[in-house]
């Protein structure tokens, strides 16, 4: 692998780098083809489940409106793919751009923060004792068990108080708090940061402050992608608190400035090519971010489930 | 290519309590813990404690036309809440929609995670990324598309759409545990397999020399080894559904089957609008203490079994 992972880490043998080496045919009885067969009768029947209504979208977005009813809905018709984009960014002066851009410095810079924050506190856990310790970390997991939406209301009520909703702020700053994502990298530093490496830093004269810089966050590093991802991810789906919060169309993220067009395609036909194109373009940037980082979550999304 | 799925000695086996000494670098733990513990107080306790004082009050007006008074008014609130026929309808509804979409989606997940696992595959890195393409559309935009592969005359499957009203009132909450299930299904299932990645080979590789056959395998000593990941999918799975908005919130705009009470979290939404703030409070309150036990009682219970 290519991420930084410059000292030896105490991990138990990597089996997915064990099987690329040995592949499992050579040594196991041969398995029978009719259950091969089956299996991949499966696999492919449940790929067309998953791929197909993507399909459908992609080929709904290419199309013209008078063609999208006419025509085979799996297949183009006339390629309007770039006239249909135009058009949807051109829409209300470029008000889908926004949302976009909004979307990408809610969940963007929301994630890089809180991944940042919830590691230093993750760390702290797993590799200092101090008192209150365990009481933070059951808190902590309390946290991970209420589920953002039951506290939506309740913070529009607070930020109300103080003047702060539909502002920006009121759905940037509760996306920085990642109760699982402390959960996680407190695993992940107990596991992958060794208490000889952070007394060499020491006796090196390094400040605490600096070693988890120079030596934790470099060895946690693919974890970190995987918190990141998670709570890009979340935010990114987030509906709930920016229904709650945004009164004002600049602010909306994509999600919920699409699900407004679309709750007013029977007054205003028109949006509905809209509204399709726009759903198109809105899942773009996640599956560049997935297919980016793929050998992060291709195996280990379920690290926390590990212990 | 890296796992971050490491099950390593350091991890199971706790570091050895040291005996009482002078608490070491007192600044650097405040640095690091504060950030966190600082947005955690402001963004989770106080907005819970504030949701439970609010759900404490009552609004009262002198006469009709009087001004309203926001006064204590003990467990008013719970009282309405424990007699709001359209709540415990919609708590019905989502439990019911929990009970038959968790097992149908987890049981799938784990489904392809063990063939995703078995040398009974080829092409697994495409299957993978197939799969969890859907994870990458949001609740919002999948519901949206959904709505129109589900409508009589969009309906690529206008065949089949025509036929069945999967948006009346009888199927839409089936409808709408399709979404889910097409979103999570993927996730669910990386989760379960990167739990499999863990297992070393060496322990199901004598099984097979010995002539057990995948399914045996899979059964008696994958399953068991990754029940931890199960439980987590459960929990996160039970979480997701009580608290499900976006999904039947969109297909209020496909479906006039869904009302403004479908589930309790537009519940929730639809009595903050009126605006009844303490009542909206009360639910939410109750909501997420249902969770909490409800994914806690999960946890101890499938706990209790692994120990055995």
Known sequence: ?307 | MTTTAVSGPTETSPVPRRTRRPIAHKKAIAIFVLPFGVLFALFYLIPIGYAVYQSLLVVEREGTFGQATEVFGGLTQYILVFQNGPFWQSVGRVLMFGVVQVPVMLGLALLFALLLDSPLLKGKRFFRLAFFVPYAVPGVIAAIMWGFLYSPNLSPFSLVTENIDFLSAELVLWAIANVVTWVYVGYNMLIIYSALLAIPTEIYEAARLDGAGQLRIAWSVKIPLIIPAIVLTGIFSIIGTLQLLAEPQVFRSFSSAVTSTFTPNLMVYSTSAIPNINLAAAFSVVLALATFVLSFTFLKFTQRKDAK
Do not use: H
Not at chain 1, 45 to 59: D, E, G, S, V
Not at chain 1, 71 to 98: C, K, Q
Not at chain 1, 273 to 298: C, E, K, M, T
């Open chain 1, 1 to 307: 692998m290519s991420a930084p992972t410059p000292a030896p880490t105490p991990v138990a043998t990597r089996r997915s780098a064990l099987r690329s080496s040995a592949p499992k045919g050579d040594f196991a009885p041969k398995e029978s083809p009719l259950s091969k067969a089956g299996a991949m009768i499966v696999m492919l029947i449940f790929t067309l489940y998953f791929l197909i209504p993507i399909w459908w979208l992609f080929i709904a977005g290419t199309k013209s409106s008078d063609q999208f009813t006419s025509t085979n809905p799996l297949w183009f018709a006339d390629f309007n793919l770039f006239e249909n984009i135009g058009a949807l960014v051109a829409y209300r002066d470029g008000v889908f751009l926004r949302w976009m851009l909004n979307s990408l410095a809610y969940a963007g810079g929301g994630a890089l923060l809180a991944t940042l924050i919830a590691a230093m506190c993750g760390y702290a856990l797993a590799k200092y004792r101090f008192p209150g310790r365990e009481v933070i970390f059951n808190v902590v997991l309390g946290g991970v068990l209420v589920p953002a939406t039951a506290l939506a209301l309740p913070l529009f009520l607070i930020f109300s108080q103080v003047s702060l909703t539909n502002t920006f702020w009121a759905v940037f700053l509760p996306s920085l708090v990642s109760p699982f994502g402390v959960y996680l990298t407190r695993i992940f530093a107990a596991a992958s940061v060794p208490d000889e490496l952070i007394e060499a830093a020491r006796l090196d004269g390094a400040g605490e402050i600096r070693s988890f810089f120079t030596v934790a966050v470099k060895l946690m590093f693919p974890s970190l992608v995987t918190v990141f991802l998670f709570q890009f991810v979340a935010i990114w789906n987030n509906f709930f608190l920016p229904l709650v919060m945004l009164r004002d169309e600049v602010l909306f993220p994509v999600t919920l400035g699409l699900y407004g067009w679309n709750s007013q395609v029977n007054q205003i036909p028109e949006l509905r090519g809209y509204v399709l194109i726009g759903a198109l373009l809105s899942i773009i940037p996640l599956i560049i971010i997935f297919l980016l980082l793929q050998r992060f979550w291709r195996n280990g999304l379920g690290a926390g489930s590990v212990k």
